[in-house]
């Protein structure tokens, strides 16, 4: 049954994919290049539909998406195929290493308008997977459960005031996404929500936006919003609270300065309440984590961009390897993020860049804890094979104890392909050891090794779109023999917002 239906989504997929061209090639549109996003004035209400012409029943889409004045609607569907060979263990004599599996993601989203500044707004989220590898996976269909991941109401000029609340359940992205991003880490990217209450204050005179959040997010997915067919997943490793303050200022001249400050309440979970063996109990720490940082980022001349961030840590955490292991440390941790864009602005939109990263690691030779948190930043930022081989070392996703430095090219083929080629050089800053022993490192080298990723993005059309994506990974002297094989990724991916 499984093969059946991820191959009636690929005929899907190119009976859509033959009709977006034919629209595309009779409106005569191109595409544009990515941009990096830029702070808005304040958090979104819910997803917009991009400008469209509705490739199929265009009358009944058009009532669809607005029924009455006070509501609208939309929708969107994503199809990945995915096949990977030893992403997490590195070791290609183990049964385990394939992979080979579809995901089949649905969203609906609806805005129900209150009056001019409130508004109430979801998104209802359903993912299935059909499974051919490891053994490991049921060798079938997984329908899985579906979720609320947007349950908010928005209400602007609050109190007749240029601020603007978001309460509930809500995508809350700061910043480049470097240390908040996503909140749902353990059910991939089918989700990122944080529930949330967020506030923003806009000073247009100093050019300045205040931006101040308060996080409770729950581990299990059934705390605030039960799921239909609850499948008792973990959406993250443990209970989380906190509260962010975040600056972000214009006033400079094509520069943006940003501050911040993040508290993070980490309290472990009972593993108990889920079957799902995405979170062993070695990844749920219990943390007090206080991070001071801020960034930088402009324009100079016509050619170059520039981002620079950086953050301290302090507080305390429960460590989870060797000695270590269960027993409450002093955190002092360091972390930093670079990037240097370089745009030709040529027929064929040519850009180059070159960027540093670096997130602490332990010294298992101190008492205290060195280790960089990634805050709620747990996602595939630049590669989505590399956030696999920290699966037994940390967990999935915390790419932390990491030193990076990344060179790529990017550029348009036509007037819908883009090309994305990086090559990261990947070390560990210590030798700490592993939280599981499934992967064993090195106690003295720390090259991690070479990872090359190259994407090639489609454009139909506004509303159709896609990439091909390529990664492969060769180890370095970091890890140890029995886990030193190379590693590779390869997925097809095609979305149509409707």
């Not at 030893?86 to 385990?96: A, G, P, S, V």
């Not at 209150?114 to 997984?142: C, G, Y």
């Amino acid at each position: 049954m499984k093969h059946r239906v991820w191959k009636a989504g690929l005929l899907m997929v190119a009976l859509t994919g033959i009709a977006g061209s034919t629209v595309f090639a009779a409106a005569g549109t191109g595409t544009t290049s990515q941009k990096p996003a830029v702070a808005s004035a304040s958090p979104p209400a819910a997803p917009a539909a991009p400008e469209h012409k509705e490739l199929f029943f265009p009358e009944f889409w058009d009532a669809f998406h607005n029924p009455t004045p006070w509501l609208s609607m939309g929708m969107d569907h994503r199809f990945r195929s995915i096949w990977a060979d030893n992403i997490d263990r590195l070791n290609d004599k183990d049964r385990q290493h394939q992979y080979e599996f579809q995901r089949y993601r649905t969203r609906w989203w609806t805005k129900w308008t209150l009056n001019d500044d409130i508004s109430f707004n979801t998104r209802l989220t359903w993912e299935f997977r059909t499974w051919d590898e490891p053994p490991r996976k049921p060798q079938d269909v997984d329908f899985d459960e579906a979720l609320f991941d947007w349950f908010n109401v928005r209400w602007q000029n609050v109190g007749g005031l240029p601020l603007t609340a978001v309460i509930g359940r809500q995508d809350l992205i700061l910043g480049s996404g470097w240390l908040v991003l996503d909140g749902t880490p353990l059910d991939g990217s089918r989700t990122i929500f944080t529930d949330a209450a967020r506030f923003t204050y806009m000073m247009e005179e100093q050019k300045t936006k205040i931006e101040l959040v308060y996080v409770d997010q729950a581990s299990e997915s059934d705390r605030w919003l039960k799921p239909i067919s609850d499948e008792d997943r973990a959406l993250a490793k443990a209970d989380e609270r906190g509260a962010i303050v975040y600056l972000t200022n214009n006033s400079v001249e094509k520069t943006q300065l940003e501050g911040f400050f993040i508290y993070k309440n980490d309290n472990p979970v009972d593993v108990a309440f889920t079957e799902d063996p995405a979170l062993p109990a070695a990844w749920s720490q219990k943390a007090e984590i206080f991070t001071f940082g801020g960034a930088i980022a402009g324009s100079v001349g016509e050619n170059w961009k520039y981002r620079a961030e950086g953050a301290i840590q302090t507080g305390t955490k429960t460590g989870n390897v060797g000695a270590a292991n269960g027993v409450e440390q002093d955190l002092e941790a360091y972390g930093a993020l670079t990037n240097l864009t370089y745009s030709f602005k040529d027929s064929l939109n040519n850009s180059v860049h070159i960027g540093y990263e670096y997130a602490s690691g332990d010294d298992p030779g101190t008492s205290d804890n060195e280790q960089f948190d990634l805050l709620w930043a747990e996602w595939p930022r630049w590669s989505e094979l590399f956030i696999y081989t920290y699966t037994y070392e940390t967990s999935i996703a915390e790419s932390t104890n990491l030193h990076r430095a990344n060179i790529g090219h990017a550029f348009d083929l036509n007037k819908q392909w883009r090309i994305e080629t990086d090559y990261h050089a990947l070390w560990a800053d210590e030798n700490t050891g592993t939280v599981l022993p499934v992967v064993q490192t090195s106690d003295d080298h720390k090259f991690r090794g070479h990872l090359f990723t190259c994407w090639a993005k489609y454009k139909f059309s506004p509303q159709l779109y896609g990439h091909l994506l390529g990664e492969y990974f060769t180890p370095g002297n970091y890890y140890e023999k029995s886990n030193n094989d190379d590693a590779f990724w390869l997925r097809f991916n095609v979305e149509y917002v409707f």
